[in-house]
């Protein structure tokens, strides 16, 4: 007989299963990855972000780990560049791969982004008005040869790969066209007692094909997220930036609100502390460090709802690395303040 374990293996395998054969059909849940620390990965969040730092290019990575208790953990590695230009336009890519259970299951973009940033308003034009755009590729893939399926069940002799299944899946991978846009607003005012930024963004906007099967018109869902924010200079140490976050994707929302504190510890070094809360997920602190041009950050999710009872608690945990490239002569600070969290 299989073990409580193996079981629970078997389960694992069979609601990815279930979860492939939803996307074959007319989806409806969450399919993109997220993260904690979605202001790392900037071109994920909002194209318009693109270029949105002081400098001359920008390349940051991150990785997350989650739910390490179940079977094969999901691991989601990504990696983005831009860079800024004298045109009014801001240009840079991404790449990001998610990994996910037994069944082999991958997801794969790959994005060109567009920052138009010629729009600015008010005292000495310190109002902006920044509008994206994103077109790549998106990549699903799995290997139907090691997932398990409930008719493979026997009630009295259990689970065996052997066993026929009438759930036939006969496209391994699935690529398609996507494209995206988004708009941000930030006020890059120096010396202000708090600047404020916001954003909004459609990913998804071609709504391409998501079918695991050669016949049939599902659709991937698009991604709608807000988000906003307010840099408070305490003084002319230490920042506060409270944030907040809002996602929509087919029927699943994502809420997250939280604050991080920024000190300037040297004329080289600031510290960062902070702590994020999704709502009905997950509590999330944060710490980082800047060092010259680099910046170093991790954050651990601790799950509070009842998938945390489910799973035995597991969490999960992201670390990241920024590095921003100075203009040969740098701008100086006060002349720039950064739409960043």
């Not at 991150?62 to 999901?74: A, D, E, F, H, L």
């Not at 600015?120 to 008005?129: D, H």
């Not at 790969?161 to 995206?180: E, K, Q, V, Y």
């Not at 980082?288 to 999960?316: E, H, P, Q």
């Amino acid at each position: 007989m299989r073990t409580f374990a193996q079981g629970q293996r078997v389960c694992v395998r069979t609601m990815l299963a279930l979860l492939l054969a939803t996307a074959a059909g007319r989806t409806h849940a969450q399919v993109d990855p997220h993260f904690t620390q979605y202001y790392v990965y900037p071109s994920w969040l909002n194209p318009a972000l693109t270029g949105a730092f002081d400098g001359s290019y920008r390349v940051s990575g991150i990785y997350r780990k989650q739910w390490g208790n179940v079977s094969v953990p999901y691991t989601t590695p990504g990696l983005s560049a831009d860079f800024t230009t004298s045109k009014n336009l801001n240009v840079g890519g991404s790449l990001l791969t998610q990994t996910a259970g037994d069944g082999g299951y991958s997801y794969t973009t790959a994005y060109g982004n567009f920052a138009y940033t010629g729009v600015r308003f008010g005292t000495n034009e310190y109002k902006r008005l920044v509008f994206g755009m994103q077109f790549g590729l998106i990549q699903r893939r799995f290997d139907p040869s090691k997932l398990s399926f409930g008719d493979q069940w026997n009630p009295i002799l259990g689970y065996s790969a052997s066993n026929p299944t009438t759930d036939i899946l006969n496209a391994r991978s699935n690529s398609s066209f996507d494209a995206g846009a988004g708009v941000l607003y930030f006020d890059a005012q120096p010396g202000k007692k708090a600047n404020l930024f916001a954003g909004l963004s459609a990913a998804h906007i071609t709504r391409p094909n998501d079918n695991f099967r050669s016949y049939g018109s599902a659709k991937l869902p698009m991604r709608v997220t807000m988000h906003a924010g307010v840099r408070i200079n305490v003084n002319d140490r230490t920042t506060v930036v409270p944030n907040a976050l809002w996602m929509m994707q087919g029927s699943a929302r994502e809420t997250m609100v939280g604050a991080y504190l920024q000190s300037r510890l040297s004329t080289a070094t600031d510290f960062m502390v902070g702590a994020n809360v999704r709502f009905n997920d997950a509590a999330s602190p944060f710490v980082g460090f800047t060092v010259n041009n680099m910046m170093l950050s991790a954050s651990y999710d601790i799950t509070t709802s009842d998938l945390g009872r489910i799973v035995k608690g597991t969490n999960s945990f992201e670390i990241s690395l920024t590095i921003i490239g100075r203009r040969t002569a740098k701008t100086p600070e006060i002349d720039f303040v950064c739409p960043r969290l």
